[in-house]
């Protein structure tokens, strides 16, 4: 737990799993409880609050036989995947550098022309991230290595659009 006193206003961080609890009160000379209640903060900087940008790892009950044979978990539909990672969250796919996050996100494509992906901020997040298609010399259908760049902390939903389909899954940066 941190703990910030700027002048008579207290800031204590109570770090809560994956979550921050963020509680601010004004505090009076005296000895005792606080003259005002926590404030309603917005949302900490450093992480979004965990049931709005819920990035679990929920693999999909029939992936495809090629990836269900290879023993690999996906989330998607038809023609488009995100092979899932082996850890709970999307999230912990992502390296933070500054204020910009960047991860690889690896895709089965079972189609014959390159997805069209977006990058939104989502949940009071603003702005859109990028995202990198890097083909393999085998082409496609099959696996397609994907990159995603975040320009800052929030909820991010990454959408992978194909000819028929739609894949979609939330990236919660610190």
């Keep these: 737990m941190r703990s910030l006193d700027a002048g008579r206003w207290r800031t204590v961080v109570v ?3 994956s979550s921050v ?3 601010t009160a004004a505090c009076s000379d005296q ?4 003259k005002a209640a926590a404030s309603h903060a917005a949302p900490s900087a450093s992480r979004i609050n ?3 940008c819920d990035d679990a790892v929920v693999p999909a009950s029939r992936p495809p036989a090629k990836l269900s044979r290879e023993g690999q978990e996906s989330v998607g539909s038809g023609s488009i995947w995100f ?8 999230s912990d796919m992502l390296e933070t550098r ?3 996050s960047r991860g690889k996100f690896p895709l089965w494509v079972d189609q ?3 997805p069209q992906v977006s990058v939104e901020g989502i949940h009071g997040t603003a702005g859109t991230g990028r995202a990198h298609l890097a ?3 085998e082409g496609i259908p099959g696996p397609l290595p994907m990159s995603v760049e975040l320009p800052g902390p929030g909820c991010w939903q990454v959408t992978v659009k194909g000819d028929r389909n739609t894949a979609r899954i939330l990236l919660n940066a610190a």
């Design 112 to 114: 014959n022309a390159l």
């Design 15 to 17: 770090p809560l799993s």
């Design 50 to 52: 965990t049931a709005v």
């Design 31 to 34: 000895q005792g409880t606080p």
């Design 98 to 100: 500054g204020t910009e």
């Design 135 to 137: 083909p393999t010399s």
């Design 83 to 90: 092979i899932a990672p082996r850890t709970d969250s999307w």
């Design 21 to 23: 609890l963020l509680v």
